[in-house]
C-alpha cells in the first residue's frame, strides 16, 4: 500500500490526471488531497467529477477543506443571510470562483442554486485536516498561538508565515505536509532532506504556468517522501485574479 498527498490542482484537470498516471494508484493506496482543487484554471468541475467518480468507484481518496473550496461553500450557503448578495459571494468571485462558476455552466450567481446537492455535500464534507501516524495534513497550517491549534479552523485554510511558531509538541512531533503557500519545485527535495522545520509545503504554482520556477503538480509519498513532479499540461493563457492564493 502506498500512501500519497497532491497539493493545490486549482482546476488544471488534465495536469491532475496525468500525474495520477504516473503514481498508478490501485484501490489500496491512499490518496490525500490538500485542498484548493478548484478556481483559477481551466476546469475545476472536471476536477471534482473525478475525485467523485475515483471515490464511487473504490478508491481510499481523501480530500481537505482549502481556502477556495471554503469560499465556494461560504457563497452557496443558503442558511447564510443574504447568501445571494454580493457580500457574500464577493470574495470568491474575485477569487478565481468565476472561472469555476462558468465550469458549471452558469454566468449568474443565482445560477447557483440550480448547483447539484453531490457537489455542496463534497464541498461541505470536507476534513480540516488529518492525523497520519508519521504526519499531519492540512491546507494552510496551524496556528500555534492557540492552546488548540485543532480548534482554529480559519487557520488551517488561510495562514501564512507560521513555521518559526511551532511547537513540536502540540503536533506530537510529527512532519506537518501542507500546501496553499506556492514555493518552488527545484528547491523542494533539499528541503526534505534539511530538515530545518518540522513542515513542508508541496504547493508548487501549479495553476501559475507561465512562471519557471513553478507551474508543477506535487505529489508526495507519505512514507519515503519521495517527491513526483508533474508539469502543468493544462491549456489556458491566464490566471483568474490572483488576490487569495
Given at each position: 500500500?502506498?500512501?500519497?498527498?497532491?497539493?493545490?490542482?486549482?482546476?488544471?484537470?488534465?495536469?491532475?490526471?496525468?500525474l495520477?498516471?504516473?503514481?498508478?494508484?490501485?484501490?489500496?493506496?491512499?490518496?490525500?488531497?490538500?485542498?484548493?482543487?478548484?478556481?483559477?484554471?481551466?476546469?475545476?468541475?472536471a476536477?471534482?467529477?473525478?475525485?467523485?467518480?475515483?471515490?464511487?468507484?473504490?478508491?481510499?481518496?481523501?480530500?481537505?477543506?482549502?481556502?477556495?473550496?471554503?469560499?465556494?461553500?461560504?457563497?452557496?450557503?443558503?442558511?447564510?443571510?443574504?447568501?445571494?448578495?454580493?457580500?457574500?459571494?464577493?470574495?470568491?468571485?474575485?477569487?478565481?470562483?468565476?472561472?469555476?462558476?462558468?465550469?458549471?455552466?452558469?454566468t449568474?450567481?443565482?445560477?447557483?442554486?440550480?448547483?447539484?446537492?453531490?457537489?455542496?455535500?463534497?464541498?461541505?464534507?470536507?476534513?480540516?485536516?488529518?492525523?497520519?501516524?508519521?504526519?499531519?495534513?492540512?491546507?494552510?497550517?496551524?496556528?500555534?498561538?492557540?492552546?488548540?491549534?485543532?480548534?482554529?479552523?480559519?487557520?488551517?485554510?488561510?495562514?501564512r508565515?507560521?513555521?518559526?511558531?511551532?511547537?513540536?509538541?502540540?503536533?506530537?512531533?510529527?512532519?506537518?505536509?501542507?500546501?496553499?503557500?506556492?514555493?518552488?519545485?527545484?528547491?523542494?527535495?533539499?528541503e526534505?532532506k534539511?530538515?530545518?522545520?518540522?513542515?513542508?509545503?508541496?504547493?508548487?504554482?501549479?495553476?501559475?504556468?507561465?512562471?519557471?520556477?513553478?507551474?508543477?503538480?506535487?505529489?508526495?509519498?507519505?512514507?519515503?517522501?519521495?517527491?513526483?513532479?508533474?508539469?502543468?499540461?493544462?491549456?489556458?493563457?491566464?490566471?483568474?485574479?490572483?488576490?487569495?492564493?
Amino acid at each position: 500500500m502506498k500512501r500519497y498527498a497532491i497539493g493545490d490542482i486549482h482546476g488544471c484537470h488534465q495536469t491532475f490526471v496525468a500525474l495520477l498516471d504516473t503514481l498508478k494508484l490501485t484501490k489500496e493506496d491512499e490518496l490525500y488531497l490538500l485542498g484548493d482543487m478548484i478556481d483559477r484554471g481551466p476546469n475545476s468541475k472536471a476536477v471534482l467529477d473525478h475525485v467523485l467518480d475515483m471515490i464511487d468507484n473504490g478508491y481510499k481518496v481523501t480530500a481537505l477543506m482549502g481556502n477556495h473550496e471554503y469560499m465556494f461553500s461560504q457563497a452557496i450557503d443558503e442558511t447564510i443571510p443574504y447568501c445571494w448578495d454580493w457580500r457574500r459571494y464577493q470574495n470568491w468571485i474575485k477569487n478565481g470562483g468565476i472561472t469555476t462558476m462558468h465550469n458549471f455552466g452558469y454566468t449568474r450567481i443565482d445560477d447557483l442554486k440550480q448547483l447539484d446537492k453531490k457537489y455542496i455535500t463534497f464541498i461541505n464534507e470536507l476534513k480540516s485536516y488529518v492525523e497520519l501516524d508519521n504526519c499531519f495534513l492540512v491546507h494552510a497550517g496551524f496556528n500555534f498561538k492557540e492552546e488548540d491549534i485543532f480548534k482554529d479552523k480559519n487557520s488551517m485554510y488561510w495562514v501564512r508565515n507560521w513555521y518559526e511558531t511551532i511547537d513540536a509538541e502540540k503536533v506530537k512531533s510529527k512532519l506537518i505536509i501542507h500546501g496553499h503557500t506556492v514555493r518552488r519545485f527545484d528547491t523542494l527535495e533539499e528541503e526534505i532532506k534539511e530538515k530545518k522545520f518540522n513542515a513542508i509545503s508541496i504547493d508548487c504554482g501549479c495553476v501559475y504556468n507561465m512562471n519557471a520556477n513553478i507551474g508543477q503538480l506535487c505529489a508526495i509519498n507519505i512514507d519515503t517522501l519521495e517527491v513526483t513532479l508533474q508539469k502543468n499540461v493544462d491549456k489556458f493563457e491566464k490566471v483568474e485574479n490572483t488576490e487569495a492564493i
